[in-house]
């Protein structure tokens, strides 16, 4: 049997996670410059179990060649015999170090596995010098993939992911994190010029087309409104969703404030400038 890097172990209700989890590992690639503990090291050979099949010697095979163990965790897994006990033979392989809890579902308190969660005893000094014992629930530190919406959950399953994998490959989850945000920085920045340049461009032509139409006396209504309608949309809603990347918005800026002129050397109506106040433009 091949050796795999993690195994992604979760009930039934939960196999659309996991194989989306899977995926999105696989599909994930390092930021250039990345220094691994172990240049051996790998994270893209995942094996998904949501079987739900009893405890038998693949099952064994597949554990003792798997070098981590993803759990995701719902109200169901807390008691499902399936999980359980895959669980309990990883960490009895002398492996427990590489467990790693995924909730997907439920309060961490109805859904982590019972062998997760320690009872600690602490003993309190309280004011006035009386020593008391309590005990403590502690929780294990997880991954969490819950999201009240689709695009909530789509950030969390790109933001989980990287974590995870800076757990398989030995990394700093927030070095390995900082790298994957630098790297989509530069990628925004690059798409958002390029969008830009297009969608100025086009406004530009329909503005050119509009004052034509406008001499001629040719479906100058028709025209002038066409090219008003994306030159507003270009000038306000794509400063809007990029307003959180000083990067990308001085691309932006420099290419609305090119189209703005443009349009008054047309002689055409030009949207009115909002949020440069709040760029910083």
Not at 6 to 34: F, M, Q
Not at 52 to 78: I, K, M, N, Q
Not at 118 to 137: A, F, W
Not at 161 to 169: C, K, M, Q, W, Y
Request: overall charge negative.
């Amino acid at each position: 049997m091949q050796d795999y890097d993690i195994c992604i172990l979760a009930v039934a209700g939960d196999a659309a996670v996991a194989n989306k989890l899977a995926e999105s590992i696989r599909r994930y690639r390092l930021p250039s410059g990345t220094v691994l503990p172990d240049k051996g090291l790998d994270y893209r050979r995942v094996y998904v179990d949501v079987s739900g099949r009893e405890f038998d010697e693949e099952a064994r095979s597949v554990l003792d060649h798997s070098r981590c163990l993803a759990v995701l965790c719902s109200p169901e897994t807390r008691t499902s015999s399936f999980v359980i006990e895959r669980l309990d033979y990883f960490r009895e392989t002398g492996k427990d170090n590489n467990v790693i809890a995924v909730i997907v579902r439920g309060e961490p308190a109805d859904s982590f596995p019972a062998s997760f969660i320690e009872q600690k005893t602490v003993r309190k000094i309280l004011p006035d010098m009386t020593v008391v014992e309590r005990i403590e629930t502690i929780e294990p530190v997880a991954s969490d993939l819950r999201a009240e919406t689709r695009s909530r959950w789509k950030e969390a399953l790109s933001y989980e992911t990287v974590r995870i994998i800076a757990s398989i490959l030995g990394l700093h989850p927030d070095d390995l994190e900082q790298r994957h945000r630098m790297r989509r920085r530069k990628a925004v920045v690059a798409l958002v010029s390029v969008i830009a340049a297009v969608c100025l461009g086009a406004a530009g032509i329909f503005g050119y087309l509009g004052h034509v139409a406008r001499a001629e006396g040719e479906i100058a209504e028709q025209q002038a409104a066409l090219c008003a309608e994306i030159a507003e949309r270009t000038m306000t809603e794509l400063p809007a969703a990029f307003a959180d990347e000083p990067q990308a918005m001085e691309y932006i800026q420099h290419a609305v404030d090119r189209a703005r002129s443009s349009l008054e050397e047309l002689g055409l109506d030009v949207p009115a400038e909002s949020g440069r106040s709040e760029t910083g433009g």
